[in-house]
């Protein structure tokens, strides 16, 4: 998955199941640019290709010990609070552009 976008991952996960799984695809907006850098590691891009139909949501969803891996606590909440969004008809909540807030693009 070396250099794969957000829509490469999820191109390949629609292939790899026979309906239509997704209504969300969650992507990180939390890209820390100060501190050292691990060369093993680059972040994933955000595009719109390829995810058209569906919602993508973008998030802080990075742990703040190990900026490197998610923060599982971050990413439940924002997947309850999509969960319930949609439970009460109300679908993607949040409309934010400012860094580090969940965005619907």
Known sequence: TDSFSVSDHYQVLEEHVKEKLFNYVVANNNIATNGAVDSRFEPVMVDR???ADVALVAADVISEENRYHHDTSKLASL???LYYQRRE???PVVTLT???EATVL
Do not use: A, R, T
């Open 89 to 91: 008809g109300n679908g």
């Open 49 to 51: 290709n390829g995810v």
């Open 98 to 100: 400012e860094p580090q």
């Open 79 to 81: 997947l309850m609070e």
